[in-house]
């Protein structure tokens, strides 16, 4: 029997990509297994816009460098394949297989020269006609579905290699978009995500009317779809209509990540952001106006190049002008085929830490506020499942905040339906409720 274990690092886009891979695995016959010792085909998808998670991978493989020539295969995926290509034969002799996004559609054929004997293979091409959607996909969530409207970007941000790995821009069609989203809710799906590296910037390449905002209308209408998500925004491609849209339909979810990076206008140059701090505030002027409750969720980055301790002031006192539901914080990190790569002044490693460690510490305080602010209110969760081990419920709010709850009802008919939740208490990260009575 052949056997695959996959590990993911990564975003939701990648998350999304393995979906891909083991539906493609399955249908050639593979079985899926939990642990790299027990597999044939060991892959490992990547991601590269940290270099973190780059090192990460390079010591998952290096564990395993004593099993070649053991019968044992292993590839690398995703973007970290595309941003090394060939060179990882070179780091790591025992892969055979380097395969970036672009080329998932052409998996089953790569894999076939692997089965054949053919001691390294390689998918690298950026091929800009197609979108990367595979004939197999193998959903992880019985409940929930991640769904790609769009590929790659056409944004040069400075700290950015997505434009490396995953090419420009390509939009898939709104008519397949529709027919998927029709499908899934068919197979019993109630919750989509729309993703893309700039989620926003989608266009129908064969109807110039249809935008994102129309999509969003246009999907939130499909009989039986219960919630609407999407990440991640660009704030230069965020109009007020997609606020309009998330007004108008409760099925699109009161939930905007609209990543800032910094709150410096200087440093937002720099980094070649194409907005202005005002611009970006505009923006969340528009959400905080709305008639729903939207939470408002971003990314940061400290350290970047040049950056004085006013700029990083300026980003301090941007988070006390937005008070985000939740952000993703981050250290700058030097990426291969970067403009940031050619700047001078470097932020010292520790100082970065600092920085990064203050803007945690502010934003925990932010969040134990607004979390706060939420006991006493009743929510529709979609439940995720059951925690064993503290007796509640796990469910999700359309803000996308986590909901922990009692309720008096076995584990098993709660999964994957909607309930009225009260907030009885609050920590930095979660709430805690229970069910109102059925």
Sequence with gaps: MKT?????FGCQMNAHDS?????????????????????????????????????????????????????????????????????????????????GSASYTKL????????????RVTGLSLDTEETFETPLTRRDNPHRAYLTIIEGCDKSCAYCVVPFTRGPERSRTAESVLAEVRQ???????????????????????????DFAALMRLAGQVPGLRRLRFTTSHPRDFVQEIVDAIDENPVLCNHVHLPVQSGSDSVLARMRRLYTRDEYMRRIEWIKRSHRDIAITTDIIVGFPGETESEFQSTLSLMDMVEYESMFSFKYSPRPNTSALTLDDHVPEEEKTRRLTIVQEKQRAIQIRRNSEMVGRVQEVMVEGFNQGTGQWIGRTSQHRTLNFTAPVERSPLAGSYLDVRVTRSSPNSLAGEMLTL
Excluded: W
Aim: net charge neutral.
């Design 184 to 210: 899934l809710v068919d197979m019993g799906y109630t919750e989509v995500q729309f993703l893309g590296q700039n989620v926003n910037s989608y266009r129908d390449p064969t109807r110039p009317g249809i």
């Design 108 to 119: 089953s054929e790569l894999l076939f020269q692997i089965e054949s004997g053919e001691r």
């Design 4 to 8: 695959f274990y996959i590990e993911t």
């Design 19 to 99: 979906e891909k891979v083991v539906g493609t695995l399955v249908g050639r016959g593979y079985s899926q297994v939990q642990t790299p010792d027990a597999a044939g085909l060991v892959l490992y998808n990547t991601c590269s816009i940290r270099d973190k998670a780059e090192q990460k991978v390079f010591h998952r493989l290096q564990q395993f460098k004593r099993e070649a020539g053991k019968g044992k295969v292993f590839g690398v995926l995703g973007c970290v394949a595309q941003q090394e290509g060939e060179k990882i034969f070179e780091r790591a002799p025992h892969v055979s297989l380097v395969c």
